[in-house]
């Protein structure tokens, strides 16, 4: 009797994780957007800047440019280029049981993952919240959702579904371009049209690079 293959973590835990939380916060809220004083006051944070020097030549810029996005990015960056810790988080997503006789942790590499990626979720949601001045439970996931951009960029970028191979570099040139796209979708096509084009847009893009990705991996071994 053949044994079956292990389950794939990256879609069946965290969808399975991320119904159970948003359930949960359905039930807590109501399903009503939250909204205080506080929360109204924090939009601040979220406003666009003119930058010093040059701004009077360049459109404004939105804070959190400045303060989340680009220090993320540097972080990230740091971390898996620079430390022994990304060296083994690309160890373990080319070759799990490979990295276990290489004596790399891979439950507490996996889970310092996790908790980072978790983290970095948590202070877009702060944004998120800043940028709209009300907390929604179904935020990220009412319309279209983050989830098939969140997906298609990853694909886009490089990053191989598998684990092992990716760039950050090459995910900030995708999110550009996925966030290019949507925006030139919605001047093209106002209203819910817009919406419609979108999700198609995304989903061929997504196939193309999926495909295009396989294709490069066969050919060359993949790029980290």
């Not at 009300?134 to 684990?163: E, F, H, K, Q, Y």
């Not at 919406?195 to 198609?200: G, I, K, R």
């Not at 995304?202 to 999926?210: D, I, N, R």
């Amino acid at each position: 009797m053949r044994r079956a293959g292990p389950v794939d973590r990256s879609r069946a835990v965290p969808r399975t994780r991320r119904r159970r939380y948003r359930s949960i916060a359905l039930v807590v809220s109501g399903q009503r957007p939250i909204n205080s004083p506080q929360i109204q006051e924090f939009y601040d944070a979220a406003r666009a800047i003119e930058l010093p020097v040059i701004g009077q030549y360049l459109p404004l810029f939105p804070l959190g440019l400045f303060t989340f996005l680009i220090p993320t990015i540097v972080i990230v960056w740091l971390l898996l280029n620079k430390t022994t810790w990304g060296r083994r988080i690309y160890a373990i997503g080319t070759n799990d049981t490979a990295a276990v006789w290489a004596g790399i942790g891979t439950k507490s590499t996996r889970a310092s993952a996790y908790v980072l990626s978790g983290v970095i979720s948590a202070l877009v949601a702060v944004y998120t919240v800043a940028q709209f001045a009300s907390a929604r439970p179904d935020a990220g996931t009412s319309g279209n959702g983050m989830a098939l951009p969140a997906i298609t960029i990853a694909v886009l970028g490089g990053v191989a579904i598998t684990g092992g191979v990716g760039r950050v570099s090459g995910v900030v040139l995708a999110t550009l371009l996925i966030v290019w796209l949507n925006a030139g979708i919605l001047l093209a096509f106002p209203g819910n049209d817009g919406t419609q084009f979108q999700l198609l847009a995304l989903g061929t893009v997504l196939v193309f690079a999926a495909l295009l990705n396989s294709l490069t991996k066969r050919r060359y071994g993949g790029l980290r």
